[in-house]
């Protein structure tokens, strides 16, 4: 409460300090005011401790994933049958898998492979559900009721069977598994897109664009697209952290990446046996690394979503 | 001559918000138009400036009548009738600085000639410098936001002009620079404007006739 009644306080005193010409004021305040009601969640010392851990983590993570194979002139394809299944100790930081790989490198090669899946299905789901969300919005008629329906139907399947069926289909392959998860994760994008246009249609700026001339393509693509923007980037890297889980189920399963590449999803997989033998590592120390990198991505993502979206509200100064 | 006749139109099918009203805007007059709030002022400025089509009636603009509205509607009958709505704020493009604003029409519509220079010819006429136009919506007052809208709606020097509540969100002096900007306009063009207002006395002083919508 006491929270509440000092920002309350701030707002107050902002349009004598501000005026038209401190924007920035503006924004700020609006920024406070729309973090202030959710103070755990998108603004105060939780907030900034967040985006600090993910940002500090993900930039960590980044560092090990290119500079580890370059440190030991290691390779993580190196077979060693003399060490196999060697526990974590100071030659081995992760230990060895079955086949005596390092399980760091491996570790660290998967991930790079997941979160390269991971962005390329966050951008292929995003564009495809922009499109669909747009053209259902500013169609409207029939084609959004189509389009709609069709939301439903792959909403309704279950994204893992269908993803499935799709890499069954197209035998193990990155195409495939970026594929399967891009096809049943457009919906979301879809629908916010489409409500977004919707509300936008309404606006009378529209309407004075189509009198000033604009085609249906121009107020598309000056007012309509542009607007939606924010919130489908938002969309695209909150997707990030779901897709990486989905590609490592998908290779745990046997489904996924062909097993030559490494990915986290593989290495489960291959360790499933490995832990019966005691080998605990192999399948506990990935399954961490991968942890704590989707909670990384997912802490920034949620701190820039927090951002983004209150500026928006002030552009508009509603 | 921008004609309306019989013009019945409205949102909800069965609930005609206009039922049967003929209007008739001619070149080098400015028509009031006055009535309460919900008479359908504003519907029959969305019908003549072709944004919503009518569920009756006719609209003809310099004699030829007008079949399809919004996109559908040919760009030279769309641009011949310039439009300013009430409320600036809603009425511009929120990441548009004032010189896209006033620039937008232009390139939409492929106007061939120097766009800029044009832009800084209005912006003079209506009163906004050259450092406010630089700056974007919510760093602009509702005022300095109505003057860019106005630049806009006569950036392709449209035949007539409907002004729909186009001062109600402004205070006396501005009200006076606006009106005195869409004047010279109609003296330097000929142009026809259709001025809606609730405002008596500004349409006594301002409009040549004055029309009212019964509720």
Known sequence: MADLVTSSTEDSSVPSAGGPTAPAAWRSAARRRAGTPRASIGSGRAARLRWIVGAAT?????????????????????????????????????????????????????????????????????????????????????????????????????????????????????????????????????????????????????????????????????????????????????????????????????????????????????????????????VVLPSVLLIVATLAVSGVAATWRDRLVPRRRSELAL | MLTGAGLVAGYTRGHPVLSGVDVEVRPGEVLGMAGPSGCGKSTLARVLTLLLAPWAGEVRLDGAPVRRFRHAAPREQRTAVGVVFQQPRLSVDPRFTLREVVAEPMLASGRAGDVADRVDELADQVGLTAELLRRRPHEVSDGQLQRACLARALSLRPRYLVCDEMTAMLDASTTAALVRVVNAHVESTGAGVLAISHDDSLLGVWADRVMRLAP
Do not use: K
């Open chain 1, 58 to 282: 993900l930039a960590a993570l980044a560092v090990g994933a290119v500079l580890l194979p370059w440190l030991g002139g290691l390779d993580e394809r190196v077979l060693d049958y003399a060490a196999v299944r060697r526990p974590p100790g100071p030659d081995h930081l992760f230990g060895t898998d079955e086949t005596g790989r390092d399980l760091l490198l491996l570790a660290f090669a998967g991930l790079r492979v997941s979160l390269l899946v991971a962005v390329l299905c966050a951008v292929v789901s995003t564009m495809l559900g922009a499109v669909v969300g747009a053209v259902s919005g500013a169609v409207g008629g029939w084609t959004d009721r189509l389009l709609m329906r069709l939301v439903d139907t792959v909403n309704a399947v279950p994204h893992l069977l269908l993803g499935i069926v799709i890499v069954a289909l197209y035998r193990g392959s990155l195409t495939a598994v970026v594929a399967s998860i891009a096809l049943t994760h457009w919906t979301t994008v879809a629908r916010i897109v489409r409500s977004e246009v919707l509300s936008l249609r309404q606006r009378p700026y529209i309407d004075a664009a189509i009198s000033g001339g604009a085609s249906r393509w121009r107020v598309v693509r000056r007012h309509l697209l542009p607007a939606v923007v924010p919130q489908a980037a938002i969309s695209a890297v909150l997707l990030l952290p779901h897709a990486v889980w989905h590609e490592t189920a998908l290779s745990f399963l046997g489904l996924g990446l062909p097993p030559h590449m490494a990915s986290i999803g593989n290495i489960l997989g291959d360790g499933r046996d490995a832990v019966l033998l005691g080998a605990w590592w192999i």
